[in-house]
């Protein structure tokens, strides 16, 4: 049987890969941003948390719903933020 440590270190290395991914993920949301209008589709929301908790069952079915929704919730905040970032006004242009 495995060890205390060991089984942290092994959860340490699968956040390391977590991590890595979840940002792989929000670059991608940035590049969609500008792509997107209106910035969301709850049926493309719904099909991404389909399609994760249906890797699973019952509760980690849930986990994985509960996860994602927060992803998703983060990620639209992110585009929201990036398009204020990259607005005319923001930039420094003048409205009139």
């Known amino acids: 049987m495995a060890s205390l440590k060991e089984i942290r270190r092994g959860i340490d290395a ?3 890969r977590i991590a890595d991914l979840l940002l792989a993920r929000l670059r991608l949301v940035e590049v969609l941003a500008p792509l997107k209008s209106p910035p969301r589709d709850r049926r ?5 948390l389909s399609r994760v908790s249906g890797r699973a069952r019952g509760q980690d079915a849930r986990f994985l719903r509960s996860v994602y929704r927060e992803i998703i919730r983060l990620s639209l905040a992110r585009q929201k933020s990036d398009s204020v970032m ?5 930039r420094g242009n003048r409205v009139f």
């Open 14 to 16: 699968l956040d390391r």
């Open 44 to 48: 493309r929301e719904a099909e991404v």
């Open 86 to 90: 990259t607005s005319p006004l923001r």
